[in-house]
């Protein structure tokens, strides 16, 4: 039966590995290692199929032994060792990910927002200043986010941006636009949140926008949430890199 | 994961120290306890040489599918609890006892067991619990890499379940000893 599951494992692990399904979960830089991940399973899946349950010999000497050979004695090829049970449990992910293809998370993870001040430890590496002159320039939220909150946005003061993210939280004139931020997986996805004052319709909740617009200060003393003034807002479809990195 | 952690602390690089000394301490004391008292886990690793009259790279293969699948088993296991516990604990209980240090050190050392957030990423989240003291954030460094969900799953997986349960709380105490030591000292 191990040779079934690790083909299993293996066929969706490799599928991901190669489509974007793979920036749902991971960090794009890990592909590499999954890609080789799941070919050594297939491959191991195979050698060891074709030796234990597929091998003529296997299966006639499974015929031939008996009853108790089949319980696990180590002359049967087939045999179990103990303890193999909790390995269905490898097809939980594998159903999970042919059966629903578990998305990116979203606007769920973004409701439970942190004092984004931890999420940009201020002063890591020295902040460019921004292009002059070259029309707005497209920051990460993350990027955005650090400038923000670095020496009061110095290096935002005079410039235009554009950020992509989600819309959440509308509010008359204002909403907040999120993006969560990895540092590993999806399971240390961190909300990034920009509060947006947009004159002009409101966008809809949940869409992907593009807004260009000025950073004006911090808008939530406690949770350090950067405001912006919107001169432009673009609905966009949602990027296949669902996260900031 | 120094790097990362020197990214997570930029002001303070002295956390980078003390947790790679926390960490190297715990490894190796876990270790030499284990030698001294413990009791090998090899029982349960005999049955891998029943294979004997096959040749060495089929006994590879079967010993490293075996061990994938168990060990894949398992990490289904303790991501689903790991998932439940990150769903389900509010974030607001992690600042309950942030203001005592010593509450604070047990609260961050049971959260890294619970929450099992990967070694990269955990500076991060050790950054981000500003209301804890140092020394209980070292303490959630040290311990999640050591001994966690997951963590605890796979030694069962691979030792069995009366092995893993004498190791794990031992990792836990010894971890958070001796980051709480290191905390101290250098924080």
């Not at chain 2, 000394?21 to 040489?49: E, I, M, N, Q």
């Amino acid at each position: 039966v191990q040779a079934y599951f690790l083909l299993a494992f293996g066929i969706v692990l490799t599928r991901v590995a190669f489509t974007d399904a793979l920036l749902n979960y991971v960090r794009p830089s890990t592909r590499p290692w999954m890609q080789a991940a799941g070919i050594t399973m297939l491959l191991l899946g195979v050698a060891v199929g074709a030796r234990r349950e597929w091998a003529p010999m296997a299966v006639a000497e499974g015929v031939t032994s008996g009853p108790a050979q089949d319980a696990g004695g180590p002359r049967d090829p087939r045999h179990h060792h103990p303890g193999t049970r909790v390995a269905w449990l490898v097809l939980a992910p594998v159903i999970a990910i042919v059966v629903f293809a578990p998305p990116a998370l979203g606007a769920y993870t973004a409701r439970r927002p942190v004092d984004q001040a931890s999420i940009v430890a201020a002063g890591t590496t020295a902040l460019h200043p921004l292009p002059t002159g070259a029309g707005p320039a497209r920051l990460s939220m993350y990027d955005f986010l650090r400038r923000a909150l670095d020496d009061s946005g110095q290096t935002l003061r005079g410039h235009d941006v554009v950020l992509t993210g989600f819309v959440s939280d509308i509010n008359g004139h204002t909403f907040v636009l999120n993006r969560l931020v990895i540092f590993c997986c999806a399971a240390d996805a961190i909300p990034i949140r920009v509060r947006v004052h947009a004159d002009g319709p409101a966008p809809a909740d949940g869409a992907w926008l593009e807004v260009t617009g000025t950073f004006t200060g911090i808008a939530q003393k406690y949770t350090h949430t950067p405001a912006l003034t919107s001169s432009h807002l673009a609905v966009v479809p949602r990027p296949s890199e669902t996260y900031d990195h | 994961v120094l790097v990362a952690t020197s990214i997570a602390f930029p002001s303070r690089p002295i956390v980078v120290v003390a947790r790679l000394l926390a960490s190297l301490t715990t490894a190796l004391v876990v270790g030499w306890l284990w030698g001294r008292f413990g009791r090998s886990p090899a029982a349960k690793a005999d049955h891998h040489h029943d294979h004997d009259d096959e040749p060495r790279w089929f006994r590879f293969q079967s010993t490293a599918a075996h061990d994938i699948v168990q060990g894949l088993g398992m990490l289904v296991v303790g991501a689903a609890a790991a998932a439940t516990m990150k769903v389900v604990v509010p974030r607001s209980w992690l600042t309950t006892f942030s203001g005592n240090v010593w509450l604070g050190i047990v609260m961050l050392a049971g959260f890294a067991v619970l929450l099992a957030v990967c070694s990269v990423a955990d500076a991060f989240v050790a950054s981000s619990l500003i209301q804890f003291s140092l020394t209980a954030r070292l303490v959630f460094m040290t311990v999640g890499p050591a001994i966690d969900l997951k963590l605890l799953a796979m030694q069962v997986g691979t030792f069995g379940p009366r092995f893993a349960l004498r190791l794990a709380p031992l990792t836990l105490l010894v971890a958070t000893a001796s980051a709480a030591m290191f905390g101290w000292l250098l924080l």
